[in-house]
Nanobody
Framework: VQLEESGGGLVQPGGSLRLSCAASGARFDRMSMGWFRQAPGKDREGVACISWSGYDRYYGESVKGRFTISRDNAKSTLYLQMNSLKPDDTAMYYC????????????????WGQGTLVTVSS
């Protein structure tokens, strides 16, 4: 499967962005998916993940209530709506195929996109 993220950019604190991840080459509707991020000098962090059906969703504590993960299986696309953005949200954001979904997060497989940069700054 190939994954391609888009939608990153520069946004002011309090602003919003929507990231997209287009998948191809495999049955997207049978894959749990996740968004991860990595800021300079920090470890990779799981942001959110979603089961293949879209029914189950997990959010990291730092984004809960501000970010929303969703998917459109007909379009083979994963989304991350990010609201009330903070400077601490600045990072490279990656989508990845999850090995499986749990209510405590989704371990990533070895299938990743190239990333899209989100910068939150005034």
């Amino acid at each position: 499967v190939q994954l391609e993220e888009s939608g990153g950019g520069l946004v002011q604190p309090g602003g919003s962005l929507r990231l997209s991840c287009a998948a191809s080459g495999a049955r997207f509707d049978r894959m749990s998916m996740g968004w991860f991020r990595q800021a300079p000098g920090k470890d990779r962090e799981g942001v959110a993940c979603i089961s293949w059906s879209g029914y189950d969703r997990y959010y990291g504590e730092s984004v809960k209530g501000r970010f929303t993960i969703s998917r459109d299986n007909a379009k083979s696309t994963l989304y991350l709506q990010m609201n009330s953005l903070k400077p601490d949200d600045t990072a490279m954001y990656y989508c990845a195929r999850a090995r499986y979904y749990t209510d405590n997060g989704c371990p990533a497989s070895d299938t990743w996109g190239q990333g899209t940069l989100v910068t939150v700054s005034s």
